[in-house]
């Protein structure tokens, strides 16, 4: 037995919600379960279930945030019965009499209702509860709202209570996934009592328009379509099928047009089984289409088949379309040094190293977090290279699935897989013989995958898919990544020859938290690109300084952009985005020891921290984060005990005991602590 779904149904009040839900109820039975929350008495928190249907105006922006998760939200609509509406119908022209509804949205709502579906020769009076009555009127009408009616009112004209539309049960049975033979019954049935504005009464000539448009529709679609029924026999074919099989145009819905189409095609076409994107060859024409056999249902009837066939060509240059996607900025460097900002020693000391790389031919392999850079990096090395009138090629390695990222690299022969290009394809490699190409997120690559570059590194030669042949290619790569290729290494996630192949020349770039001294010139560059004036208050600039930044640059941009955009002339702190705040003064505790001098005030701050937490007890790396504060990284805080590990202050780790400090690194801990004690 299948489980219930449960409903959330939102009315103004609880009478409402309790007439709606027996109505819900006789139309979907025991099949599901319905809530009721009210706008009189509060909607409440946390409301789950399947789907939201509000039968009371209610904007998304106000219901959401009553909800635990993202559910589909439904906003019905109410109608009147057939009856109902001729009773009105039968009121005489000029008629003027109160509207009578629970509450003033209600009774403009049912107001509107009534214009359009033409009761247009009454003068109505809203009334509702709370509202000042008009002595002089003495009909009311009322869809079963009766407790509301004035004393005074002689003339009553109930309608009763206006019934669930039928566009707002299909998409509940949509919804709910509830649509099925005996659904559909009751829709029919309903649908002889109740006003719709639904094809149920469409005129005729309305449903006409529609089939033709639907059959433009379905012309104007670049794949060939054919509709078979049961028994094989043609019902619908669109243009593009007759133009791909070069058919007469006569044959158009003519009932002998399978006698007409190549042997090829109607032998797949013949059994009773679905598939999809067989490769068929037409002899005769030297054709290639990709074919699939679909079954369709009407109302859970089987009614025959849906032949799809598409052109193998056109899904070469969709094939291409994507690759060229795929290779940013196509196959030229865009940046130089200079375009890299920043005075600090630590960006400094980035560039010249940089420099030097770029005037040897050996690999290079750029690390840090997302939004340090690394492109930027990248392009630039390659400019300053002996390689820059070549190619350059950029590719991300963790946007393609493997089979993709595999032929893209390295190319493949003709016939090497289903789809693959009359003649074969150049790889990304051979694009960019004598040049650079540029890996990016090489940390994603498939480990298979990284055996196959390995190879261009030691034989600089590659081999496409399907090939067993072998192609010189000269390229020098330049790999980014963001993920700690050592970790992966001990994990057996990233190859250790290959990490020292890419590794030998490797370019560290430095968060931005770590040179704050380069943001006021960082964030005046990206001002420049905003139209206006945005002077920045030194007040900002120090608060944008003592900034995590996890974003780095990236997230600076964002944020330097916000307050640009969403402020006229000069910018304070006031102007920041939610979640950036003033930071506390950074002075220290007490003196630091004169060792890790080498390091930037933030390092050396934190292996101070991971030594006196290691000196309670020693723990894993998951622990200490905790002990931190979780005020670092996992990065930094992996860099750090390897740092401190062979530098003698930590013992290596064995088994789960965790890290432990070393008899130097107890030391080192005592003395900073003495420090401070007698600062």
């Not at 009040?13 to 139309?27: I, M, V, W």
């Not at 635990?68 to 057939?82: D, N, Q, R, Y």
């Not at 309608?159 to 509940?172: A, E, K, Q, V």
Request: glycine share 8%; proline share 5%; hydrophobic share 35%.
């Amino acid at each position: 037995m299948t489980n219930k779904r449960k409903l959330i149904l939102i009315t103004y009040d609880q009478s409402n919600g309790t007439h709606y839900r027996r109505e819900l109820l006789d139309f979907f039975g025991d099949a599901v379960d319905i809530e009721i929350h009210t706008i009189c008495e509060g909607l409440g928190n946390g409301l789950s279930g399947d789907a939201v249907l509000t039968l009371s105006p209610i904007s998304n922006n106000r219901l959401t945030p009553h909800l635990k998760e993202e559910i589909e939200i439904i906003h019905g609509s109410k109608v009147l019965t057939k009856a109902a509406y001729q009773r009105l119908m039968d009121l005489p022209k000029g008629t003027r009499a109160f509207l009578i509804t629970t509450n003033k949205t209600a009774s403009f709502d049912m107001a509107t209702y009534l214009y359009q579906i033409g009761v247009n020769h009454i003068d109505f009076v809203p009334f509702y509860p709370g509202c000042t009555s008009d002595p002089t009127l003495d009909i009311a009408i009322t869809p079963g709202q009766t407790r509301f009616i004035p004393e005074h009112v002689r003339q009553v004209v109930d309608l009763g209570w206006r019934r669930i539309s039928l566009d707002t049960f299909m998409s509940l049975m949509v919804v709910l996934r509830l649509k099925n033979e005996a659904q559909i019954e009751r829709l029919y049935h309903l649908s002889r009592d109740i006003m719709s504005h639904d094809f149920l009464t469409t005129p005729l000539d309305n449903v006409s328009r529609l089939k033709d448009m639907l059959s433009m529709m379905i012309d104007e679609i670049e794949d060939g379509i054919l509709f078979l029924s049961n028994a094989g026999r043609p019902i619908f074919e669109n243009n593009a099928f007759h133009s791909m099989l070069n058919l007469d145009p006569g044959l158009r819905q003519s009932p002998d047009l399978l006698n007409y189409l190549p042997e090829e095609l109607t032998r797949q076409m013949s059994g009773p089984e679905a598939f999809d994107h067989k490769i068929i060859h037409i002899a005769a024409t030297g054709q290639a289409f990709t074919l699939s056999k679909r079954s369709f249902y009407y109302y859970n009837n089987h009614s025959g088949f849906l032949i799809v066939l598409k052109d193998v060509q056109n899904i070469e240059k969709l094939e291409q379309k994507i690759r060229l996607d795929s290779v940013k900025k196509k196959y030229t460097a865009k940046y130089t040094f200079s375009d890299i900002l920043g005075d600090s020693r630590a960006m400094s000391e980035c560039i010249r190293h940089a420099r030097r790389m770029a005037a040897t031919d050996y690999p290079v392999l750029i690390t840090g977090e997302t939004g340090t850079g690394k492109e930027l990096f990248a392009h630039s090395i390659h400019n300053a290279s002996s390689r820059c009138e070549k190619p350059f090629i950029a590719i991300n390695c963790a946007s393609l699935s493997r089979d993709l990222l595999e032929s893209e690299l390295f190319g493949y022969e003709e016939g090497s897989f289903t789809g693959a290009k009359k003649g074969g394809k150049k790889g990304l490699f051979e694009f960019a013989h004598t040049g650079t190409i540029f890996l990016d997120e090489i940390g994603d690559m498939p480990f298979d995958l990284q055996a196959q570059l390995l190879r261009v590194l030691q034989e600089k030669e590659i081999r496409r898919v399907g090939s067993t042949s072998t192609i010189p290619v000269d390229v020098r790569i330049i790999a980014a990544t963001n993920r700690d290729l050592k970790q992966m290494m001990e994990e057996n996630l990233f190859r250790m020859d290959l990490y020292y192949r890419i590794g030998m020349f490797s370019l560290h770039l430095p968060p931005l938290r770590e040179r704050p001294g380069d943001i006021p010139l960082l964030a005046a560059a990206i001002l420049s690109q905003v139209p206006g004036s945005h002077p920045m208050s030194q007040e900002l600039l120090k608060t944008l300084s003592v900034q995590t930044w996890r974003g780095n640059i990236r997230e600076l941009k964002n944020c330097v952009e916000y307050m640009a955009y969403m402020t006229d002339g000069p910018l304070s702190s006031r102007d920041l985005p939610s979640g950036y705040v003033p930071g506390p003064e950074p002075g220290p505790a007490r003196e630091v020891p004169p060792i890790f001098q080498e390091l930037p005030l933030r390092s050396r701050k934190l292996c101070f921290s991971i030594l006196n937490a290691l000196r309670e007890r020693p723990m894993g790396r998951t622990r200490l984060m905790e002990a931190l504060g979780n005020s670092f990284t996992e990065y930094e805080v992996r860099t750090m005990l390897e740092y401190l590990t062979g530098e003698g202050c930590l013992l290596p780790r064995r088994g789960r005991g965790g890290t432990a400090l070393s008899p130097e690194g107890n030391r080192i801990v005592l003395e900073y602590l003495n420090s401070g004690k007698n600062g």
